[in-house]
Each structure stands twice: as structure tokens, then as C-alpha cells.
């Protein structure tokens, strides 16, 4: 099972300001104790926890699943499967 990467980069940097890594072995049992508001959040960027779940579990899923540019914000976010 793949683990799930967050990265999130700030002003065009090329290396990452916060990196979050999520286990892939405790990815589901992790996703039931994500606050709500962080998967409200995930959901309005069309981000689906459960789809990510499924991916993580396909031997053959691996890499970037999104990129978000957040251009107020001057902010990237990419997940991925590692």
C-alpha cells in the first residue's frame, strides 16, 4: 500500500514548506479520525478521501493525484502516492 504525500510550497519555491506523509499501512484507519472540516476542505477542491484510499491500495497507483496552485495565496499543493 502506498503512502500518501502532502506538500505543500510557498512562492514558486521548488522544495516543499510542509511535507505531511501518511502511512499507507494505517492510511484508512487515519482517514476516520481526519476532522471534518479537513475533508469539507479536501471535498471542495474536488478531492475525495475514499477514492485516495482505493488508489493506495492498487500496487500500480503511484505519483501525483493533484496539484493545487493557490495564486492568492502564492501556494502549491501537490498529493501524491509514494
Known sequence: MADLKIRVYKGGESDPETTV???GG???IASKIIPK???DA???KGIELDEIITLSENPDARG??????EHKK???????LE
Open 64 to 69: 501525483t493525484l493533484v496539484e493545487v496552485e
Open 37 to 39: 472540516q479537513a475533508t
Open 21 to 23: 506523509t501518511v502511512p
Open 74 to 80: 502564492n501556494e502549491r499543493i501537490v498529493i501524491a
Open 42 to 44: 479536501l471535498q471542495e
Open 26 to 28: 494505517i492510511l484508512r
